[in-house]
């Protein structure tokens, strides 16, 4: 995780940057301050990976705060001008949102500080547990909810870029998370899970057949089998078929 302060004395601003960070697993948001004094407070008690930072604030400035600071956590300065930039640079910072700035680019600014950070988290974090009986389940953080879900449950799981939707047995609807398709792979057993597309992961339990128009769910959904993955699909048919 990527502990993180918002900063900014507009209330309206300030409440937007912890939206956004709210809809990003890997951030956790440790304080929202007002102002620049009220986050010296806390980086004196609390560690901290990075800042969302407004520039213009009374009193003193993002950027001079910055530069009061002997060792800064890593920053993004946000701002309604855009002549900051450049000296937003100058500073060492790793992105520059200018407002009003988007879910979008808020997420590729949070990719930059993951990118600047992921040394240091690969170096730290143990390698992930490999999902058991016993612990038969992942917990996906979704809008403002963390949900569990029981590995049974899952039917497929369709990639979208950055998100993912996982597509459960007990909802007409599925789960959007901000997780790369990749991860999902890494972390569900492959034993009951297989990549048929580079879009899609399926739940080997629930296949009802397979045809040379895809593999057809036990719900109906029709999923294509990728050119990469056919041999894939093939093994796994020529270890279970009989006949």
Request: hydrophobic share 45%; net charge negative.
């Amino acid at each position: 995780m990527i502990r993180v302060l918002a900063i900014d004395d507009e209330p309206l601003a300030l409440k937007q940057l912890e939206m956004y960070i709210a809809k990003v697993p890997y951030l956790e948001l440790v304080a929202a301050c007002h102002s620049a004094l009220e986050a010296r407070r806390v980086l004196s008690e609390q560690a901290v990976d990075a800042m969302f930072l407004d520039i213009n604030m009374p009193d003193i400035t993002g950027m001079d705060f910055v530069r009061t600071l002997t060792n800064p956590p890593l920053v993004v300065f946000t701002t309604a001008y855009s002549e900051f930039a450049v000296e937003g640079f100058r500073v060492n910072a790793v992105d520059y949102l200018l407002k009003p700035f988007g879910l979008a680019d808020f997420l590729a600014a949070a990719e930059k500080l993951r990118e600047r950070l992921a040394p240091r988290e690969a170096a730290a974090a143990p390698a992930p547990a490999a999902v058991t009986p016993q612990d038969d389940a992942l917990f996906f953080k979704t809008d403002y909810r963390t949900v569990r879900v029981r590995i049974r449950d899952i039917r497929y799981v369709e990639g979208m870029s950055e998100y993912a939707k996982v597509w459960l047995t007990d909802s007409p609807t599925p789960l959007i998370v901000l997780v790369r398709l990749k991860a999902l792979e890494d972390r569900l057993p492959a034993g009951r899970f297989m990549r048929v597309h580079r879009s899609y992961i399926i739940s080997l339990e629930h296949i009802r057949e397979v045809s040379r128009e895809g593999i057809t769910l036990d719900d109906g959904t029709l999923i294509p089998i990728g050119d990469s993955y056919r041999q894939d699909v093939k093994d796994y048919l020529s270890r279970t078929s009989l006949g």
